[in-house]
């Protein structure tokens, strides 16, 4: 019987390993998504522009990109649980920043701090997720990993659009619930049980390098066409649908701007269990197709001026994204050793934080001479060239008898796609 208690209880350790991890990943983007609804009210009281609200964004995901290509491998070598609660207190040093917004230097300063503990969190809490996460079902590690992000954002959203339309302190109070969770987060990791056995090299992983195996590296391109498009669209969410929904749906209530937001990303969530029923490259190109619909709908009611129907297309969207990003991290993270995750779960994320950073900066700009259906537009755009290259192009991992990655050809259509990433 001892054996069989002792498998028990590390089973059961294990849960909690994931289940903290998870609740963590949560939290982190919840505290990423709390300023949103709080965006047109720094417009309206503080003078902040829609290209200062973009470049809000921007240095969100500076802070992430960098913290991915700097700090991305440190969990390795300093273990999941005390990166895990670094990025929960970088985390929680950015929404005490936040609570006095009146110029727009210090929410930008607040972004990019929030920024470097989500880029922090991104890998070391990913990587723990997948760590502890149950055999079965198979999709549960990746969906758990690519979609607690689209869930945080979607909690982070609707609280703080609650929280400033009907609490007091309206401008603080998000921030310090935020807080609240971010602590709470920081004990069940450090109650859980390491996964990771700390090795040798941490100040040589601080090197700026992204790598991801070579059995998987036909893939990158396009899960980062699926990044990009997707995680584009977010930021455009982010920096651009307060001042649309204002201005061009003509409804300005936090809580209405929390739960469009939230439109695009709680359907994230439900898309990667549906993903999980496909194979990865079959995943993606439904994935992406639906996308696209969604955001043919998008555009159509902005011109229009429809609520409804834009929140109808926003919903079909966000499943769209949901099924093709789980799908394409689920290919990455095809026959990956414990060593290997952190290094993928950072090459991923740069990839999508690049795909919200470089739009952005560039809508920021063209901000002031191109109106807000144009430059919506355009993400449409960006949309198209994805879903396109993803159909043509997607592929499926396999392994032969020698354990290497070989692609699909029944899945390709066109010449092999061949990516690297050193």
């Known amino acids: 019987m001892a054996p069989v208690i002792t498998e028990a209880r590390r089973g059961g350790r294990r849960q909690l390993a994931f289940m903290s991890a998870v609740v963590s990943l949560v939290a982190s983007f919840a ?26 964004v921007v240095a969100y995901a500076v ?34 920043l936040l609570l006095s917004v009146h110029d727009i230097d210090t929410l930008l300063a607040g972004r990019l701090l929030v920024g470097v503990g989500t880029g922090l969190a991104s890998s070391s ?54 807080v609240g969770f971010l602590l709470l987060s920081a004990a069940l990791i450090a109650i859980s049980p390491e996964t990771a056995n700390p090795m040798p090299g941490a100040w040589r992983s601080l090197l700026p390098r992204v790598s991801v195996p070579a059995r998987v590296r036909h893939l ?13 669209t ?17 409804t300005r209530g936090p809580l209405i701007l929390g739960l469009v937001f939230a439109a695009y990303m709680a359907p994230s969530v439900l898309g990667a269990p549906i993903g999980g029923r496909f194979t990865s490259a079959a995943a993606q190109r439904l994935g992406m197709i639906i996308f696209l619909a969604g ?73 002031n001479t191109f109106s807000l259906p144009q430059i919506a537009f355009g993400y449409g755009v960006l949309a198209l060239v994805a879903t396109v290259f993803t159909v043509f192009g997607a592929r499926n991992p396999q392994t032969d008898t020698t354990g290497n990655s070989t692609c699909d050809t029944s899945n390709a259509t066109g010449s092999p796609l061949q990516g690297t990433v050193s």
């Open 31 to 56: 505290a990423a998504a709390a300023p949103i609804p709080l965006y047109n009210i720094y417009r309206a009281e503080d003078g902040f522009t829609n290209a200062g609200i973009s470049m809000a």
């Open 63 to 96: 802070g992430t990109i960098a913290a991915l290509l700097v700090l991305g491998r440190l969990s390795n070598h300093l273990g999941r649980r005390l990166t895990a609660i670094t990025s929960l207190g970088l985390l929680l040093l950015g929404c005490l």
């Open 125 to 178: 809490l990913t990587s723990y997720i997948v760590d502890a996460a149950p055999s079965r079902p198979e999709w549960l590690a990746s969906a758990a990993s690519s979609q607690g992000p689209m869930l945080g954002l979607t909690v982070g959203a609707i609280a703080s659009g609650a929280l400033v339309q009907f609490g007091p302190w309206a401008r603080v109070l998000i921030y310090l619930v935020c």
């Open 220 to 232: 990158l391109p396009v899960a980062a066409a699926v990044f990009l498009a997707t995680w584009a």
């Open 234 to 250: 977010g930021a455009f969410y982010q920096a651009f649908v307060p001042a649309l929904v204002e201005d061009q749906l003509h």
């Open 295 to 367: 955001m043919i709908g998008i555009i159509t009611a902005i011109n229009a001026g429809a609520l409804v129907l834009f929140i109808m297309a926003t919903i079909v969207a966000g499943a769209g994204q949901g099924i093709a990003i789980s799908a394409a991290t689920r290919g990455l993270l095809h026959g990956s050793a414990l060593a290997d995750r952190a290094p993928i779960f950072s090459a991923i994320y740069l990839l999508c934080y690049s795909g919200a950073t470089f739009p952005s900066l560039i809508s920021g700009k063209l901000s």
